[in-house]
């Protein structure tokens, strides 16, 4: 069943599952709010991952598979970075985990 939280004045509506039901509602407080509910402390790493995810699904609208996300980190911190190991390192429970916190829906993806 879907519920509410307010942050700073502003309600957000999420699914039992905690993903955000509208996708344009989402910013920095929900997404600082949702990472610290899952227990991942947000780095420069963690918000570059994000961006990217929000921004694919935005233009594409698809998801971006996890070895394109860890593809992307690899270009900005390098080739060390650019692996599935690094991505289960900032994102333990995998791309749900990360999709959710990025606020873009699970459906349609197969993975």
């Known amino acids: 069943?879907?519920?509410?939280?307010r942050l700073k004045d502003k309600r957000y509506l999420l699914t039992e599952k905690d993903y955000l039901v509208n996708v344009e509602a989402w910013d920095s407080e929900i997404r600082d709010w949702l990472a610290d509910?899952?227990?991942?402390e947000l780095a420069q790493e963690h918000l570059d991952a994000i961006e990217f995810i929000?921004?694919?699904?935005?233009?594409?609208k698809?998801?971006?598979?996890?070895?394109?996300?860890?593809?992307?980190?690899?270009?900005?911190?390098?080739p060390d970075k650019g692996s599935l190991r690094h991505f289960y390192s900032l994102f333990p429970k995998g791309v749900q985990q990360?999709?959710?916190?990025?606020g873009v829906p699970m459906q349609g993806?197969?993975?």
């Open 1 to 5: 069943m879907a519920y509410h939280v």
């Open 37 to 40: 509910r899952v227990g991942v």
């Open 54 to 60: 929000r921004n694919t699904y935005t233009k594409r």
């Open 62 to 78: 698809t998801h971006p598979n996890p070895r394109v996300i860890a593809a992307n980190l690899a270009k900005k911190y390098g």
């Open 98 to 102: 990360a999709f959710a916190i990025a």
């Open 109 to 111: 993806f197969c993975f």
